[in-house]
């Protein structure tokens, strides 16, 4: 029963095709019929039928459901990918962006049949600027690096309409991916900045590369080994006296929520992942969003339109000369901006600070459970996340990898690996602040049970995963030779 399961589980749509088979049965039209062929030009008809699997309805039924059953996701498991907020999302969020108002809104209605979107937008601007401590927000960018982007283009704009040519942007070496990315998409040099042991910048390696070549130094606060900057007013000053701006990536915001703002700490731009911290979905590539603040000296340059209220009606300012431009199509991925509105609502001042102190608390409960079985990368307290080594493990011949694929066996999605870089054997694990204590007692469980295994029988862990329907495999073959042909090798 097992196998046949299992075989089940490993076919191809394709593989359950049977020639003839249709998905459908209706009975004959009673109307005249057209032949859909004449009414398209020659050059786009096809010359032979797509190659397309032949299956009944329930075959499809059945196959679609098999495979949604494989899926691993916040809704049914515990997903501890650090750096990432992977938490759950509140299913009033979801009725609210469903409302027919929001949902069947054209984007190019006229603005006064758009008021209440307008009104949403202007308020959530005004609430993520409240929230950061800055004083105008856009909600364009689609995601993350996208704010980081616009962020980038505005300081540049900013420096050039003063008359400097700036030409660096200074990133520690612990920084996202997408910090030097999106600086080298905006045409910067990208000069790297090292850490202390700890993580923590090095302020002294900082202040010797300012100049005033430099246009902005960029940082996740707190910092990717779950630790805030204790210097990082200090930094601010530093970079500010070089006429130097400073972006915060807000990555980690969940873990700052009404306890500090980015504003208050210095920084002049920071943005936002509304689907990190504000619970609007992860959309594996899209649609998100990553709405970006800044202070006053910089809101000349946001993208156009910016949404503006005079007495009780709102519209789109497209008069705006200093502005970077327009990033995307429309005004940004509205339905996830209904969805973080309606979270930053229900939750309240309150409740945001409680989101942090509960992340922060989850976080330090794990890294206590588990700093006897594996190295800590920075004795604690952390903040929303912590990062933990297997190089302990690594001189068993058990590396992070092999634990990552072993908690597949467990029930457990692994934690970020080999993240940051500065960390050997890094496990990067955020709880999130909507998991209870006895989820994270079954993942320190499972992480415990993998250090004796690794202690007792470490071939046990090479193996792993081996319950899941596919086995470990060549991810980097995967990666550079993709194989989209649905018929199967020999």
């Not at 040519?165 to 905006?186: E, M, Q």
Request: hydrophobic share 40%; charged share 25%; with cysteine.
């Amino acid at each position: 029963m097992a196998h046949t399961a299992a075989a089940a589980y490993d076919k191809l749509i394709f593989e359950l095709s049977s020639p003839g088979r249709v998905a459908w049965s209706l009975a004959d039209a009673d109307v005249p019929e057209a032949d859909a062929r004449k009414l398209l030009p020659e050059k786009h008809l096809r010359k032979d039928a797509p190659a397309l699997p032949e299956v009944s309805e329930f075959d499809v039924v059945r196959h679609y459901s098999r495979l949604s059953r494989m899926n691993y996701g916040v809704d049914t498991h515990f997903y501890p990918l650090g750096s990432c907020t992977m938490k759950y999302n509140p299913r009033i969020n979801e009725d609210m962006a469903r409302l027919p108002g929001f949902a069947r809104l054209h984007p190019l209605a006229a603005e006064t049949l758009a008021q209440g979107a307008l009104e949403l937008m202007h308020a959530l601007a005004w609430d993520l600027a409240e929230i950061a401590g800055m004083d105008a927000v856009s909600l364009q960018p689609a995601a993350g690096a996208q704010g980081e982007f616009t962020g980038v283009l505005m300081i540049r704009a900013y420096h050039l309409s003063r008359g400097e040519k700036r030409t660096k942007v200074l990133i520690p070496d612990s920084a996202h991916g997408t910090n030097p990315a999106s600086t080298a998409i905006a045409g910067y040099e990208v000069v790297e900045v090292k850490s202390l042991p700890n993580g923590e910048v090095d302020v002294n390696a900082l202040a010797r590369t300012l100049d005033t070549d430099v246009a902005a130094f960029m940082i996740t606060v707190p910092n990717t080994l779950g630790m805030f900057e204790p210097r990082i007013v200090e930094i601010t000053e530093l970079c500010h006296a070089k006429g130097v701006q400073v972006y915060m990536d807000g990555a980690n915001l969940n873990a700052i929520l009404g306890i500090t703002r980015p504003g208050d700490l210095g920084f002049d731009v920071c943005h936002f992942n509304l689907h990190k911290t504000f619970t609007t979905p992860h959309g594996g590539g899209g649609p998100g969003a990553g709405p970006v603040g800044v202070k006053a000296h910089l809101e000349p340059f946001l993208p156009v339109p910016v949404v503006t209220k005079d007495g009780d009606a709102y519209a789109l300012d497209w008069k705006r000369p200093k502005s970077i431009g327009k990033l995307q199509a429309f005004w940004g991925n509205f339905g996830m901006l209904v969805r973080a509105y309606t979270y930053i609502r229900t939750m309240g001042p309150d409740g945001l600070r409680a989101v942090s102190d509960n992340a922060i608390l989850n976080a330090n409960y794990i890294m206590k459970r588990l700093e006897k079985d594996y190295d800590v990368a920075v004795p604690g307290p952390c903040m929303h996340e912590c990062v933990v080594s297997a190089r302990r493990q690594k001189k068993l011949g058990v590396t992070a990898t092999d634990i990552a694929k072993r908690l597949l066996d467990l029930g457990f999605y692994a934690p970020s690996t080999y993240f940051p870089l500065i960390v050997e054997e890094a496990l990067m694990i955020e709880p999130t602040e909507t998991e209870a204590k006895e989820t994270l007692d079954q993942f320190c469980d499972a992480m415990i049970q993998i250090a004796r295994e690794t202690e007792a029988n470490a071939a046990v862990i090479h193996d792993a995963p081996l319950t899941t329907p596919v086995r470990r495999l060549d991810q980097t073959k995967a990666a550079r030779e993709p194989d989209l042909r649905w018929s199967r090798r020999p």
